[in-house]
């Protein structure tokens, strides 16, 4: 079933379009949560919760009395928050795997687009590599590594965007948050959901088919968000 995206992950992605586009620059404050309704002909809740989800990766800060801002980006400062973030529960876990949604997502579709042979290559090399100790015994040490060559493909992908702030975004929400993704991914249906979802991902970037690597990716990281739901039994 192919999974819609939310209305706050949609303005968030509009935002981060317009950051990348530079129609948006680091101290441009944004319209009233009321604007921003009228403009994008939601509900201010919607408005809220794609600030808010901006504000937990560090690229809008709100001031009191003052209104939203895009913020100066510093990538120490986003990691430094990423990982004191992954260390309260599990709701702020979950708006970050939402939030991989998006950046993922797009960092997908640029790679179809910008990867050279070599980057694919490396891509490839990671699937592979996750799939063969898939196969393997279930050692600590092949499940070590399942997870680890798992979170080279993706950062393989994010490499393979050119975008710099996308590959430290998805660096530093897998060092965070992984721990916690893990224990809710054990299972062989879920191993071999994710097995698919890499193969589809591979197949669009090698045909270089930016928008089936971008579909397949929110896919992907649609059912990785289900999958933590059901196991932290988070509404």
């Keep these: 079933m192919i999974q819609r995206k939310s209305v ?48 937990a990766v560090g690229l809008v800060v709100t001031r009191h009395g003052e209104g939203s801002f895009i913020n100066e980006y510093n990538p120490d400062i986003l990691a430094s928050t990423l990982r004191s973030i992954s260390l309260l529960d599990d709701t702020p876990v979950l708006e970050m795997i939402q939030l991989r949604k998006i950046m993922e997502t797009e960092a997908a579709r640029l790679c179809a687009e910008n990867a050279t042979k070599e980057e ?81 991902i591979m197949s669009a970037l090698l045909d270089h088919d930016k928008e089936k690597a971008g579909r397949m990716m929110y896919e992907h990281l649609a059912n990785v968000e289900k999958n933590f739901r059901q196991f932290h039994d988070v509404n």
């Design 120 to 200: 694919l290559d490396m891509v490839q090399f990671y699937l592979k590599e996750r799939e063969r100790y898939c196969k393997g015994e279930a050692s600590s040490e092949n499940i070590k590594k399942k997870y680890e060559m798992d979170k080279m493909f993706h950062l393989s992908i994010a490499k393979g965007s050119h975008n710099e702030i996308f590959i430290k975004f998805i660096e530093t929400i897998h060092a965070s948050i992984d721990i916690h993704q893990r224990e809710s991914s054990k299972n062989d249906e879920q191993i071999d959901k994710a097995t698919y979802f890499h193969q589809e």
């Design 8 to 55: 706050s992950d949609s303005i968030v992605d509009s935002i981060i379009e317009d950051i990348q586009n530079k129609k948006l620059s680091p101290g441009d404050k944004l319209p009233t949560e009321a604007e921003m309704a009228e403009e994008y002909g939601v509900s201010r809740i919607s408005i809220r919760e794609a600030l808010r989800s901006l504000s």
